[in-house]
């Protein structure tokens, strides 16, 4: 039967300090309670901690943490979903991607762009349409919610 750790002791939480930084690992009610829900009604369920990895070598130690223990890890963009996708429903880690805000290259020649998943819908908008380009997709959310896919590759297309 698959077993999981809800809650995370001292030593664990000392590992996921030395990865990311005190101030990048929330454990206090008062700092991980934003958290508990995303923009889907009525529910709140609030993360053992909360971590915000700065690079994919970051993720890939938490990981390696979560795997060795058990531990259940809910990725989190900018909590706009409304599907409750970002709830941490098992506790554990929430895996924030916040700090993972930069648009790396905007390949104008080949339509490509290169961008962390943290980088705001609008914000990637606006840096394409300074280079004459246009990206699609328009949620009414563009202005807080992450171009959050797991590719990090993406397409953007000609202006009409
Ligand atoms: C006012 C309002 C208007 C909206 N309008 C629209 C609309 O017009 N069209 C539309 O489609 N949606 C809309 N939405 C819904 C929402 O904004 C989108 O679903 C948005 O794409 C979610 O992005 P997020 O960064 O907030 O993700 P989150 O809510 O943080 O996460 C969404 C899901 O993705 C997962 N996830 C997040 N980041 C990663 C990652 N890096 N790797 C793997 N998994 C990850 C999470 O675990 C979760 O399951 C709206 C929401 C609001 C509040």
């Not at 939480?13 to 990048?24: D, H, K, T, V």
Request: aromatic share 8%; proline share 7%.
């Amino acid at each position: 039967m698959f077993t999981y750790q809800s809650t995370l002791n001292n030593s664990q939480l000392e590992e996921l300090i030395q990865i990311c930084g005190a101030s990048n690992v929330l454990f206090k009610e008062e700092d991980k309670e934003i958290y508990g829900s995303d923009e889907t009604e009525d529910y709140f369920f609030v993360p053992a901690v909360v971590v915000k990895p700065a690079s994919a070598d970051e993720i890939s130690k938490i990981m390696k943490i979560a795997n060795r223990d058990g531990i259940p890890v809910t990725p989190r963009g900018a909590g706009t979903g409304l599907s409750g996708g970002a709830l941490p429903v098992f506790g554990g880690i929430v895996l924030s991607t916040e700090r993972l805000n930069r648009i790396i290259e905007i390949d104008e020649r080949n339509l490509q762009a290169t961008v962390e998943p943290g980088v705001i819908n609008q914000v990637f908008r606006d840096a394409v349409e300074e280079k004459g380009l246009f990206y699609p997709p328009d949620p009414a959310s563009r202005g807080s919610c992450f171009w959050e896919e797991i590719w990090l590759k993406m397409r953007v297309d000609p202006k009409p």
